[in-house]
């Protein structure tokens, strides 16, 4: 079965509170492939690749994140695998 891809953009106070060292924890446990980074205007996205059911859990825990995290919204939508090998952090855009 190929692996789907989402990109998760979420916003509140997700920076400075560990919220991308947690996401990627959170995808390497459920095998997830992709990657995590700040954006300039403070949210952190995501590139998420792998089962279905795993990037639903994925995006269900981005709703709460790490303690500290204040979540204020996830957007999701559907994105194209970008052929990451791993899950990784990158650089801000």
Known sequence: MPASAVRLRIEGRVQGVG???WTLGEAR????RGW???RRDGSVEVLAIGAPEALDAL?????????GAAVRSVRREPADDD???????KATL
């Open 29 to 32: 446990k459920l095998d997830l």
């Open 19 to 21: 919220f991308r060292w």
């Open 59 to 67: 995006a269900l825990a981005c709703q709460s994140g790490p303690p």
């Open 83 to 89: 052929g990451a090998q791993g899950f990784e952090e």
């Open 36 to 38: 995590v980074r700040n």
